[in-house]
């Protein structure tokens, strides 16, 4: 502990001198020092790995992917919109532990769980074969004090990614699904913005892997993807779950953009549940507005039909009401969800590109509405 | 020396560039590591920011600039971020002694924060008043024991200094002008708003109580001292927002708020509504809120001084459409204006209010009321002070000192 504090305090002085630099507009220099210091400041978190192979997550070269054995890869059925980023999602259990079944919130994983999410373009998304640029990789882990957030950043040889606190803003290129090239900006999160999302009272949380969100089917490995498993009868199976009740008994997250999955409505409901109600719920950041898009919302006032905003500013559009039953274009909601302007837009964060397919779906939503 | 005045130029541009993502970086990363208790020292210069800047889960933590217009940190051009500076789930923050410029949202924005002072901040959005501009300046909410002090707000498209669903407020010597609203206390208890000047905002002092959200029930608010004057610029908020409704020429509007005093203010030259004390309902808002109480309720006004030049009032927003259509004063404005929708069940069976929950309005200089008897469609406007000539207990509120 004596340590840590020690390299703290000559951390502090390494600022001194660049701090008069910087206001002499010495501009090289604060680069190279600046280089130098972040490097030291991520350095000075000793106790976190510095390179996501550190962890061991991964066999043989990390940008492939392959979970070691313990590191079980799992998908959500509508997961967060990230600017068209795929992602990969695994968890680790602490050995010999396992998580208790519940049906209405997060699973409530033990200490020691990491869950690890990697974002990736793929170089054309109508061909997996042509290769992907991995952006970044997130750990959750779920320490003694409770969750923390790292996020890792690949490098450009995407060999390993490296702990990154103060986030950075990269340029993306990649061929849609439409055959037409795109490049945005993608925004890798500080570790304060993680909190902005992963935050319920106050306390980081894990957003995505509830059962609802769990129960669907995926391939664990290469040779069994003609047969992919059920989440839930595999993580019971492997003892990763206990609790579980008969699978027709857990709740099943609909598809977004799936109509097999769910009706309109339900497809709606799960959208905004996994995109806005990690902010819009009674106990998250977006408390304040009165807004509550989780999909346990009953309250129509709550969930936004014809209610006033509060704090929108310009986010409001011109328009009175966040959802004006039948009429998308007079809908707050909809206006900020199309909206680019970092003063206008929602989420707050997260998102440089319109998601068009979820947006045709809130429409049809608010129009069917009566 | 010209060529070494122009190689010095370059330099100085260059490192502006260079410096941008960099000083992002190394600013945000301070406010990460820094250990509770600690100083956030930051440079005297103009800084130029792509995205929020954010400190959060920190105790005792004072972000310190060289001094309003010498720390500038500016936001123009701002591609993340729904606000220039965030501060979140924290004890004992103090921000100071530097200039927020131009962020794409809120310019300051803490929530659950325990303990917050500004003292010494500006916030503006340069340039003319404009509906592009960020919607709050100061921007607390859901904090306890607030102090903004000796702070500036300038430009706001919705309230330049707004505390929202807070507890223990001190808002004083402080100015803000060229916001629709200037100083507005919302949904919050226990607020002490004292010499601050407040002019050529759409409306001066706002004091609102909204419904559908977490903390209702505002109320224990003292108004004093303050110098309120030509607020009378016309209302830029984008629609929706309760602030669009507000009328050019307004000095201080109370809605649904209880237990407010307003007193040894000096409200000058507000040309449509000196002082006005109204109802959500007359919004015309739906309310689907079955917590929320839309009446104003133990209003006291007294002691305030009251002047205005002559000349008709706004035909726009709430109260101008009144004036245009119903109310016909021309140009003879009262100085205060009351909705007279009054909470009916409170009524004994003289049709009058308890006595705490009465609207007071006595001792100002040049006094003028109307009783716009919104309730019944303005069909008994009455113009008669004598229903108001009555006295509050004083408010009492508890407010902290900060530290």
Same mark, same amino acid.
């Given at each position: 502990?004596?340590?840590?504090?020690?390299?703290? =305090?000559?951390?502090?002085?390494?600022? @001194?001198?660049?701090? $008069?630099?910087?206001?002499?507009?010495?501009?090289?220099?604060?680069?190279? !020092?600046?280089?130098?210091?972040?490097?030291?400041?991520?350095?000075?978190?000793?106790?976190?790995?510095?390179?996501?192979?550190?962890?061991?997550?991964?066999? +043989?070269?990390?940008?492939?992917?392959?979970? @070691?054995?313990?590191?079980?890869?799992?998908?959500?059925?509508?997961?967060?919109? $990230?600017?068209?980023?795929?992602?990969?999602?695994?968890?680790?259990?602490?050995?010999?532990?396992?998580?208790?079944?519940?049906?209405?919130?997060?699973?409530?994983?033990?200490?020691?769980?990491?869950?690890?999410?990697?974002?990736?373009?793929?170089?054309?998304?109508?061909?997996?074969?042509?290769?992907?640029?991995?952006?970044?990789?997130?750990?959750?882990?779920?320490?003694?004090?409770?969750?923390?957030?790292?996020? *890792?950043?690949?490098?450009?040889?995407?060999?390993?990614?490296?702990?990154?606190?103060? +986030?950075?803003?990269?340029?993306?290129?990649?061929?849609?699904?439409?055959?037409?090239?795109?490049?945005?900006?993608?925004?890798?999160?500080? !570790?304060?913005?993680?909190?902005?999302?992963?935050?319920?009272?106050?306390?980081?949380?894990?957003?995505?892997?509830?059962?609802?969100?769990?129960?669907? #089917? !995926?391939?664990?490995?290469?040779?069994?993807?003609?047969?992919?498993?059920?989440?839930?009868?595999?993580?019971?199976?492997?003892?990763?779950?206990?609790?579980?009740?008969?699978?027709?008994?857990?709740?099943?997250?609909?598809?977004?953009?799936?109509?097999?999955?769910?009706?309109?409505?339900?497809?709606?409901?799960?959208?905004?549940?996994?995109?806005?109600?990690?902010?819009?719920?009674?106990?998250?950041?977006?408390?304040?507005?009165?807004?509550?898009?989780?999909?346990?919302?009953?309250?129509?006032?709550?969930?936004?039909?014809?209610? &006033?905003?509060?704090?929108?500013?310009?986010?409001?559009?011109?328009?009175?009401?966040?959802?004006?039953?039948?009429?998308?274009?007079?809908?707050?909601? /909809?206006?900020?969800?199309?909206?680019?302007?970092?003063?206008?837009?929602?989420?707050?964060?997260?998102?440089?590109?319109?998601?068009?397919?979820?947006?045709?779906?809130?429409?049809?939503?608010?129009?069917?509405?009566? | 020396?010209?060529?070494?005045?122009?190689?010095?130029?370059?330099?100085?541009?260059?490192?502006?560039?260079?410096?941008?993502?960099?000083?992002?970086?190394?600013?945000?990363?301070?406010?990460? @590591?820094?250990? #509770?208790?600690?100083?956030?020292?930051?440079?005297?210069? &103009?800084?130029?920011?792509?995205?929020?800047?954010?400190?959060?889960?920190?105790?005792?933590?004072?972000?310190?600039?060289?001094?309003?217009?010498?720390?500038?940190?500016?936001?123009?051009?701002?591609?993340?971020?729904?606000?220039?500076?965030?501060?979140?789930?924290?004890?004992?923050?103090?921000?100071?002694?530097?200039? /927020?410029?131009?962020?794409?949202?809120? +310019?300051?924005?803490?929530?659950?924060?325990?303990?917050?002072?500004?003292?010494?901040?500006?916030?503006?959005?340069?340039?003319?008043?404009?509906?592009?501009?960020?919607?709050?300046?100061?921007?607390?909410?859901?904090?306890?024991?607030?102090?903004?002090?000796?702070?500036?707000?300038?430009?706001?498209?919705?309230?330049?200094?707004?505390?929202?669903?807070?507890?223990?407020?001190?808002?004083?010597?402080?100015?803000?002008?060229?916001?629709?609203?200037?100083?507005?206390?919302?949904?919050? %208890?226990?607020?002490?708003?004292?010499?601050?000047?407040?002019?050529?905002? &759409?409306?001066?002092?706002?004091?609102?109580?909204?419904?559908?959200?977490?903390?209702?029930?505002?109320?224990?608010? %003292?108004? *004093?001292?303050?110098?309120?004057?030509?607020?009378?610029?016309?209302?830029?908020?984008?629609?929706?927002?309760?602030?669009?409704?507000?009328?050019?020429?307004?000095?201080?509007?109370?809605?649904?708020?209880?237990?407010?005093?307003?007193?040894?203010?000096?409200?000058?030259?507000?040309?449509?509504?000196?002082?006005?004390?109204?109802?959500?309902?007359?919004?015309?808002?739906?309310?689907?809120?079955?917590?929320?109480?839309?009446?104003?309720?133990?209003?006291?006004?007294?002691?305030?001084?009251?002047? %205005?030049?002559?000349?008709?009032?706004? &035909?726009?927003?709430?109260?101008?459409?009144?004036?245009?259509?119903?109310?016909?004063?021309?140009? =003879?404005?009262?100085?205060?204006?009351?909705?007279?929708?009054?909470?009916?069940?409170?009524? #004994?069976?003289?049709?009058? @209010?308890?006595? #705490?929950?009465? /609207?007071?309005?006595?001792?100002?200089?040049?006094?003028?009321?109307?009783?716009?008897?919104?309730?019944?469609?303005?069909?008994?406007?009455?113009?008669?002070?004598?229903?108001?000539?009555?006295?509050?207990?004083?408010?009492?509120?508890?407010?902290?000192?900060?530290?």
């Amino acid at each position: 502990m004596a340590g840590k504090k020690k390299r703290r =305090d000559w951390c502090a002085g390494a600022i @001194m001198p660049y701090v $008069s630099l910087a206001s002499a507009k010495m501009g090289l220099y604060i680069i190279i !020092l600046s280089v130098v210091w972040l490097t030291l400041a991520s350095w000075r978190t000793d106790a976190v790995p510095e390179k996501l192979s550190d962890y061991g997550f991964f066999a +043989g070269n990390p940008a492939q992917q392959k979970p @070691m054995a313990g590191v079980v890869p799992y998908a959500l059925n509508t997961p967060l919109f $990230s600017d068209y980023a795929e992602k990969l999602r695994f968890v680790k259990l602490p050995d010999g532990k396992s998580v208790v079944y519940n049906d209405t919130a997060v699973l409530d994983f033990p200490v020691g769980t990491t869950l690890i999410k990697t974002f990736y373009f793929p170089t054309d998304f109508r061909d997996p074969a042509k290769g992907r640029r991995l952006m970044e990789t997130r750990l959750l882990v779920h320490q003694s004090g409770g969750w923390k957030a790292f996020d *890792y950043v690949w490098n450009d040889e995407q060999t390993d990614a490296l702990l990154e606190v103060a +986030g950075d803003t990269k340029t993306v290129q990649y061929i849609d699904k439409a055959g037409i090239p795109k490049q945005h900006a993608y925004v890798i999160p500080n !570790l304060n913005q993680c909190k902005g999302c992963h935050n319920r009272n106050e306390v980081m949380t894990p957003i995505g892997p509830s059962v609802r969100q769990l129960n669907g #089917d !995926l391939a664990y490995s290469e040779t069994a993807k003609a047969s992919p498993e059920n989440q839930l009868t595999h993580w019971k199976q492997e003892r990763m779950l206990t609790g579980m009740p008969a699978l027709a008994a857990c709740p099943k997250a609909p598809v977004w953009n799936n109509p097999e999955t769910g009706s309109l409505n339900d497809r709606a409901r799960i959208w905004l549940d996994i995109n806005c109600a990690h902010c819009h719920n009674p106990k998250g950041p977006a408390m304040t507005s009165g807004l509550n898009l989780s999909v346990s919302e009953t309250d129509s006032t709550a969930l936004g039909i014809q209610k &006033t905003p509060v704090a929108a500013g310009r986010g409001s559009g011109g328009h009175l009401f966040d959802i004006v039953p039948g009429k998308p274009d007079e809908s707050i909601l /909809i206006y900020r969800l199309q909206s680019t302007d970092p003063g206008e837009m929602m989420p707050e964060l997260g998102r440089k590109t319109v998601h068009t397919e979820s947006l045709a779906l809130l429409r049809e939503w608010i129009k069917a509405m009566k | 020396m010209k060529q070494y005045v122009l190689f010095l130029f370059t330099c100085l541009f260059a490192s502006n560039v260079w410096a941008q993502t960099d000083v992002q970086k190394r600013y945000q990363t301070q406010l990460i @590591m820094v250990d #509770d208790g600690g100083v956030v020292d930051l440079d005297a210069g &103009t800084f130029t920011f792509s995205g929020s800047l954010s400190l959060q889960d920190k105790k005792k933590i004072t972000i310190r600039g060289k001094g309003v217009d010498k720390t500038i940190l500016s936001f123009k051009g701002q591609t993340d971020g729904a606000e220039g500076l965030r501060v979140s789930n924290a004890e004992n923050i103090i921000i100071e002694n530097l200039t /927020i410029q131009d962020s794409k949202g809120d +310019g300051i924005k803490t929530m659950n924060v325990k303990g917050i002072t500004f003292r010494n901040v500006k916030v503006e959005w340069t340039g003319p008043p404009k509906a592009e501009n960020g919607g709050y300046g100061l921007y607390p909410v859901q904090c306890d024991n607030v102090i903004i002090d000796n702070c500036t707000a300038i430009g706001a498209s919705d309230a330049g200094i707004y505390v929202g669903q807070s507890r223990g407020i001190v808002v004083k010597n402080s100015k803000a002008y060229h916001n629709v609203a200037g100083i507005e206390i919302e949904n919050s %208890r226990n607020a002490e708003v004292f010499d601050n000047e407040a002019y050529e905002n &759409t409306g001066g002092i706002l004091v609102f109580d909204l419904p559908d959200l977490v903390q209702k029930q505002g109320g224990n608010v %003292r108004v *004093y001292n303050n110098y309120v004057h030509d607020n009378n610029l016309p209302n830029f908020a984008p629609e929706g927002n309760i602030v669009a409704g507000v009328s050019d020429g307004t000095g201080l509007l109370i809605l649904a708020a209880s237990n407010v005093e307003v007193f040894n203010n000096r409200f000058i030259n507000n040309q449509s509504v000196g002082t006005g004390i109204i109802s959500y309902l007359l919004t015309e808002r739906p309310i689907t809120d079955k917590g929320y109480y839309p009446f104003s309720t133990g209003i006291s006004i007294h002691d305030n001084v009251y002047e %205005r030049k002559p000349g008709p009032p706004t &035909t726009r927003g709430r109260f101008g459409k009144m004036f245009h259509s119903v109310l016909k004063f021309d140009q =003879d404005i009262p100085h205060i204006l009351y909705d007279g929708i009054t909470d009916p069940a409170t009524l #004994d069976k003289n049709g009058n @209010m308890p006595a #705490d929950k009465r /609207i007071c309005i006595r001792n100002n200089k040049n006094q003028s009321i109307a009783n716009l008897d919104a309730a019944q469609g303005f069909q008994h406007v009455s113009r008669d002070a004598a229903p108001f000539d009555c006295q509050l207990e004083p408010v009492k509120t508890t407010v902290g000192n900060g530290r």
